[in-house]
């Protein structure tokens, strides 16, 4: 399922956290997860937020995806991400794949596009 998260939501993010459509308050690990450590984690059944930064509100769009929306959102991003960082030797769209987890240890992955 895909849900539209809010302005208020959005600017957490930037701060290191995010609250999830059921609550729960997540806390970023870590933004340079590896390529085969984020599969993981999808193929585990963690819920997946794809965060397209741009600055206002109306330029920036924060999904949270789960279950097999999850699944499709991941299958869409997969082949750019890198651990690098944002800045790698080529062209076009980069994502970087973010651990986020929350106190009782319920796992997120944050797809961030950088362009």
Do not use: F, N
């Not at 340079?32 to 059944?45: C, E, I, N, P």
């Not at 397209?52 to 082949?79: F, M, N, Q, S, Y």
């Amino acid at each position: 399922m895909r849900h539209d998260l809010s302005g208020e939501q959005w600017r957490s993010v930037d701060e290191g956290r995010l609250t999830g459509p059921d609550g729960v308050i997540y806390s970023r690990r870590s933004t340079r997860t590896k390529r085969r450590d984020a599969a993981a984690l999808v193929a585990s059944g963690c819920p997946v937020v794809t965060y397209w930064p741009g600055g206002l509100p109306a330029k920036t769009e924060l999904v949270w995806h789960d279950a097999e929306d999850a699944r499709v959102a991941w299958t869409d991003a997969a082949g750019l991400v890198s651990s690098e960082g944002p800045r790698p030797p080529r062209r076009g769209p980069v994502v970087t794949a973010g651990r986020w987890e929350s106190p009782d240890g319920e796992v997120l992955l944050v797809l961030s596009w950088h362009h």
